[in-house]
């Protein structure tokens, strides 16, 4: 929930956003370039992925089934983390 996707480019891309479910999420000022769907919204973390939004592992992305572990990874650990 309130997660907030703005200011950021998406090129060449299958799916630029992918909200899966939440409150007050943001999603603004983005620019989505030859992307097969812009935004893409459902409420998959309360159905078949419930378990992998439960969790606390922090791993890179593919490494982990944790979306908030592979989430803080990203803007803690990640070689780009300094830019965020």
Known sequence: SAWVVTNNTFIDCQ???FIGGGR?????HNRFV?????????NIGMLVQKDFNNCSQVAPPFQ???NPGAAEWM????IASGEW
Do not use: F, I, M
């Open 15 to 17: 799916v630029g956003a």
């Open 34 to 42: 030859r992307c097969g769907t812009v935004q893409h919204l459902d």
């Open 75 to 78: 803007v803690t650990r990640s």
């Open 64 to 66: 982990t089934n944790c």
């Open 24 to 28: 007050e999420n943001r999603v603004t």
